[in-house]
């Protein structure tokens, strides 16, 4: 079929995600050298959210033979009833944290040491930060997983359910998944990682 061109710039799209129902886009382009901005495009409309630090180049040929690659994290999105947008970036020392609200009201920020490895599941957030897994849910922080360094978590399609990988002290893959209903944990098992 005939493709149409949504989005053109001559800086360039890095992240992008569109909306639930397919009507918006976000996206982000680098506007200056170490910045990025923050773009929602909808119904003929496209406005800035925000600027932020950019995604570094880090120099590695492969995540596999990067060091910290486990808590790297690049993810802009829309939450699955499409009411909010989160932007997640953490690598080489750059950590950005956005919470919006799908008409662009900004309802939480941070770019130190940012919550990082987050997934939309329903209405709530869940991200890793220092303390573990939390959730951000109405508004409110709460704790998900005390203690637990989850790595690129996906959430179940229908919601309800979280898949993560961690790493024990042998760096072996362990994959879990965990109910957001009630937060008991089942064990996949050993080496296996990368889990969807």
Known sequence: SAKTIVVKTSQGVGLFAWS????????????????ATVHQLGAGRDRVLDSVPAVPAVGCETIANCFGADTWDFK?????????????????????FRLWSSDGKLLKTSDSQSPFMSAWSGHSLYFRDAKGVEVWRDGVVSSFLP????IRPKA?????QIVYETRDAQHWA???????????????GKAHAEPV
């Open 20 to 35: 639930p129902e397919g009507s918006t886009v976000i996206y982000t382009t680098e506007s200056k050298p170490g910045t």
């Open 174 to 188: 362990h994959t879990y998944v965990v109910d957001t209903t009630s937060g008991k944990v089942r064990d996949l």
């Open 76 to 96: 802009l999105s829309y939450s699955p009833d499409g009411a909010f947008i989160s932007l997640v970036t953490s690598v080489a020392n750059v950590s950005v």
């Open 147 to 150: 203690g637990v360094g989850w």
């Open 156 to 160: 179940s399609p229908g919601g309800g």
